[in-house]
Every structure is written in structure tokens, then in C-alpha cells.
């Protein structure tokens, strides 16, 4: 797809702060230290749309950005790190089920793993939510670059195997680094979309 335009609209902490219109939301969730802000920002082309940090638990908030004035990419708190205050965590839980739950725009979910680990606990209650709403999934498999070639197979069936998935489940390596993987993820997004 060609990005004509990428740009940050808002952050929101609950429903009342969602905006209110129908263009279709692509929503990105994922663990926190997974790799989701780089791989939003490589897939818009752009290196600062979404922030990047080195301390896990950093996005506290859903945010939203709009693209092509068309549709919506929104960035999910990351869950699962240890560090960040408790009350903190109590209050991104019905915050995102309440999202996942309610939201009529939202039209597919980016479920982000690491490649290089199995999942956790938390990536498997986040598989849960998303199929109690039936909320297509696509997995993505990020840091595809930190591991060699020849073992990806490998590590994608370590992931399917930890998630409970069927043997023909796609899980789509990928890399910010050097965006393998990006035209595949970008497919399937314009797949979603096109059903919406």
C-alpha cells in the first residue's frame, strides 16, 4: 500500500475519548517490549509516528493514528511487564477488553509475538479474549532479524504449539529491521479492510 499520509490524532483512556466516526480500526496488541511500535512505524515509512522506548510498559494509553485519512491503526498498551505499578495494569485490563469488547470499527487485531521466545501466559489470555469476540487475528512473529534463517520455521512452530493453534495457522515473520515481511503483513491488512 501507498502511505500518502500518517499522522497521530489522539490518545484516549476509556470509551469516552474514542473518536467518533466509522472509518475502520486496525488495532496492534501485542506484549510489552515486543517490537510494535517499530513495526507500525516501518510499515507507514516513517521512523517517529509512534515512539519508540527501551522501557517496557512505556504506552499507557490506546492510541490512534490516522492513515490515508482512511482508516485507523491503533496502538494497544502492552501488556505482561512486571514493572509497571499494579494500579497501572488493573486499569489497562477493562480498558482494552472494553475496546476489544464494544468497538463496532474495530476490524482485525495484529497480534505481535517475539520470535524469539514462546508465549506467555498473558499472550495466551490475549488469544482468548480475541476469539471469545471473534476478532480476526493476524500473527506476526517480530525480530525475525535477531535469529537465523534457516531456524524460523522452528521458532514459528514453537509459537504456534504455545498458543494452542491448528498446524495451518499463519504466523507471518517479520522485522523492522529490515522489513522482511512487511508487503505479506500488508496484504492481509488490505484483506481486512476490504471485508470491512
Known amino acids: ?3 500518502a499520509a500518517a499522522n497521530f490524532v489522539k490518545s484516549c483512556m476509556g470509551e469516552k475519548d474514542l473518536p467518533k466516526n466509522d472509518l475502520p480500526e486496525i488495532a496492534f496488541a501485542g506484549r510489552s517490549n515486543v517490537g510494535k511500535s ?3 512505524n516501518c ?3 516513517r521512523k517517529d509516528l509512534v515512539r519508540t522506548s527501551r522501557t517496557p510498559g512505556k504506552t499507557q494509553s490506546i492510541n490512534f493514528f490516522i492513515i490515508n485519512n482512511a482508516f485507523y491503526f491503533v496502538d494497544l498498551p502492552g ?3 512486571a514493572r509497571v505499578p499494579k494500579e497501572m495494569r488493573d486499569k489497562w485490563r477493562p ?3 472494553g475496546y476489544l469488547s464494544e468497538r463496532g470499527e474495530l476490524k482485525g487485531i495484529i497480534f505481535i509475538l517475539d520470535i524469539r521466545h514462546a508465549p506467555t501466559e498473558d499472550d495466551r489470555t490475549m488469544k482468548e479474549w480475541l476469539e471469545y469476540y471473534n476478532i480476526p487475528i493476524i500473527y506476526i512473529a517480530t525480530k525475525a ?3 537465523k534463517r534457516g531456524d524460523i520455521a522452528g521458532h514459528i512452530e514453537m509459537i504456534r504449539k504455545g498458543l494452542g493453534l491448528a498446524k ?3 504466523i507471518l515473520p517479520f522485522s523492522a529491521h529490515n522489513s522482511s515481511g512487511r508487503d505479506v503483513l500488508w496484504k492481509a ?3 481486512l479492510l476490504k471485508e470491512a
Request: glycine share 4%; net charge negative.
Open 1 to 3: 500500500m501507498r502511505i
Open 38 to 40: 517499530s513495526l507500525i
Open 43 to 45: 510499515l507507514v515509512l
Open 79 to 81: 501488556y505482561g511487564y
Open 95 to 97: 480498558m482494552i477488553e
Open 145 to 147: 532479524d535477531k535469529i
Open 168 to 170: 495451518d495457522s499463519a
Open 189 to 191: 491488512i488490505n484483506a
